[in-house]
T-cell receptor, first 116, second 116 residues
């Protein structure tokens, strides 16, 4: 069975600090996809990134960067120079690449609070 | 540019009442999903529909039924609501074809359901 662990329940930082959100996953599949979603206080889920298991390149998008390490089954998310607008719950998720649909297994989320 | 639309946004039910949550997407996606979100537990898959005419159980299907009415619409029904079904329900959709594509899931804004 697939499993996603986000051990950090809640993180508080002061604006402009860098912060890393951890994600560790378990799967028996050799081909799979990893995702990060953001849930701001308004409640909707916003897609941030998708990575497949064959692509271990790190990715940077503005202040966001992702570090995928297959050897440690981790897909960590770093926000550089955090801003108040980054305050949200962040979910890491995993889906298999086989089967009839891309069923997502979510972690329990990390609540990020950025204060002035 | 509606994306995934869920109705209603809020609902209060009494134990034993029935209710159908509606979901429609206008992105021509083949796959649709229903998740529930409970505090501290992330999102869990209830049912999914890989394509029009098919439905399958997810991780927590007990107490629910679904109907894939057509390519656009996927409804979730609670036949006899129980307090344990108090949750936020999210519908999602994506374009998925095994070995070919696995687009990120797009989520609706959610339905907050309280059962007294």
């Amino acid at each position: 069975a697939q499993k996603v662990t986000q051990a950090q329940t809640e993180i508080s930082v002061v604006e402009k600090e860098d912060v890393t959100l951890d994600c560790v996953y378990e799967t028996r599949d050799t081909t799979y996809y990893l995702f990060w979603y953001k849930q701001p206080p308004s409640g909707e889920l916003v897609f941030l990134i998708r990575r497949n298991s064959f692509d271990e390149q790190n990715e940077i998008s503005g202040r966001y960067s992702w570090n995928f390490q297959k050897s440690t089954s981790s897909f960590n998310f770093t926000i550089t120079a955090s801003q108040v607008v980054d305050s949200a719950v962040y979910f890491c998720a995993l889906s298999e690449a086989t089967g009839t649909a891309s069923k997502l297994t979510f972690g329990t989320g990390t609540r990020l609070q950025v204060t002035l | 540019n509606a994306g995934v639309t869920q109705t209603p946004k809020f609902q209060v039910l009494k134990t034993g009442q029935s209710m159908t949550l509606q979901c429609a997407q206008d992105m021509n996606h083949n796959s649709m999903y229903w998740y529930r979100q409970d505090p501290g537990m992330g999102l869990r898959l209830i049912y999914y529909s890989a394509s029009e005419g098919t439905t399958d159980k997810g991780e927590v299907p007990n107490g629910y039924n679904v109907s894939r009415l057509n390519k656009r619409e996927f409804s979730l029904r609670l036949e006899s609501a129980a307090p344990s079904q108090t949750s936020v329900y999210f519908c999602a959709s994506n374009s998925f074809l095994v070995g070919v594509r696995n687009q990120p899931q797009h989520f609706g804004d959610g339905t907050r359901l309280s059962i007294l």
